[in-house]
């Protein structure tokens, strides 16, 4: 049986093809969203009126559905949010832009903030900026910008997150291989631009957003914790499957894992969330009750989406290996 909200997910999901197929702006297509929106609200009163109360204490064992005539301008809502998320995802590449720089082939300079924490491996450390100013000569005046700018750095420079970098460098387009596109992952991520080896220097340190730096501090805790209780390299698959921390992963142990077709056991994927989401509905329902156990799951559940998913999700999927490719390629080489 097709459940009530089948089609506006439906739709959703269809929004999001169509917006990258028609173009337009996220703000015309959120107008639609609000004007369909209401439209299904006041079919859906309208037809409350019409429909007679049922006696009091009458049961009703029916499934819930959404009749058509609410259904409709319903869907309609949901493909203009797809639409609309789908533009607002797709940058406008134009000189206040920073992917409108990269392949100039001449260094420039950059500035932004540190978004989320650094991504430290042995001979290098990642590094996502939300730039806001460029410089195109040394001389030259410095230019408003925006968008996410990934850079690999030289290991250490004792990065945290909030901190103001300048990076020097030249701006090039991650490559792409026959195993893997390195571009198009950045992409789907918002990254259009990436540096090599950059020169990196602090400007300023700022305490970034409080609540996301108290979420990273206490990932940090939690990932020391887990190195000091557990040898390597049982701590790097705990803090891959708990954390989403997979950076210190060996390469043999993770090319195991992808042989043996397992790779899944160590990415936080829909299976495992479902699996702490029982968790927490289990444990809060014993101590707060069904009602207020269930909200306060769905609570932990979001902070602990949070706590596992940005680092991970930027820079934590990508092996060792096809990261040195790229850095090779992009002329990284010299930092050995």
Partial sequence: MIGPLFWPALALLAGILVGDFLGGSPTGWLAGMTFAALLALALALWRRRRIAPQPAGTLNFASPTIPSLVLVPFSLAALCLGAALDRRATPTVDPAYIGWYVGRQAPAAVEGLLVYPPDERDRYTNLLLEVDAIQLDKAGPWLPVS??????????????????????????????????????????????????????????????????????????????????????????????????????????????????????????????????????????????????????????????????????????????????????????????
């Fill in 147 to 336: 968008g996410r700018l990934l850079a690999s750095v030289s290991a250490g420079g004792g990065w945290r997150y909030g901190d103001r970098l300048r990076l020097e460098g030249e701006l090039v387009t991650p490559s792409e291989s026959e195993e893997f596109s390195y571009r198009d992952y950045l992409s789907r991520q918002g990254v259009y631009a990436y540096m090599a080896y950059p020169r990196a220097s602090l400007v300023a340190h700022t305490p970034g957003n409080r609540f996301m730096a108290a979420i990273y501090a206490l990932k940090g805790r939690l990932l020391q914790t887990i190195y000091r209780q557990f040898p390597d390299p049982e701590a790097s698959l705990m803090a891959g499957i708990l954390l989403g921390v997979e950076a210190g992963i060996p390469p043999d142990v993770r090319q195991a894992f992808q042989d043996t077709g397992t790779a899944h056991i160590i990415a936080i994927s829909g299976f495992n969330m479902a699996i702490v989401a029982g968790l927490f509905a289990g444990l809060f329902g014993r101590l707060l009750g069904r009602r207020k156990g269930a909200v306060a799951a769905v609570i932990a559940i979001a902070l602990y989406t949070v706590l596992v998913g940005p680092t991970r999700r930027w820079c934590g999927q990508l092996s060792w290996a096809g990261w040195e490719s790229l850095l090779l390629r992009s002329g990284g080489a010299k930092a050995g």
